[in-house]
């Protein structure tokens, strides 16, 4: 993929983002035509990325491709393939519709 970067975000000492931190080099290692870009919250340029959707702590990720709509996923993944599926995958953003449009429906119908 041509111009695409992989976004990390972590907090030192956070439990949740020392579970990530392996799995995250494990795919960057296995992933060599994405950019891979880790950023830790004592860094300076945190503040530009805090402002991204969904964010609303550590550990946030995040996948942009020119000409594509980003892809965000908040907090930890259990594992690698969990994380890949999510942020790099097609499904899981349709899954994710469709769960909402049902529950939606489900929510007006007792109105």
């Given at each position: 993929?041509?111009g ?65 709509k ?42």
């Amino acid at each position: 993929m041509k111009g695409a970067n992989a976004l990390y975000l972590y907090m030192d000492g956070c439990p949740h983002c020392e579970k990530m931190n392996p799995i995250w080099d494990d795919i960057a290692n296995s992933m060599q035509d994405i950019k891979f870009t880790k950023i830790e919250s004592k860094d300076s340029k945190i503040n530009q990325y805090k402002k991204l959707p969904g964010f609303d702590g550590f550990p946030f990720f995040a996948f942009f491709v020119p000409g594509k709509k980003p892809r965000y996923v908040a907090g930890s993944r259990p594992d690698k393939a969990t994380l890949v599926k999510e942020l790099f995958g097609t499904q899981g953003g349709r899954r994710t519709r469709h769960r909402t449009r049902r529950l939606t429906r489900r929510w007006r119908s007792k109105l």
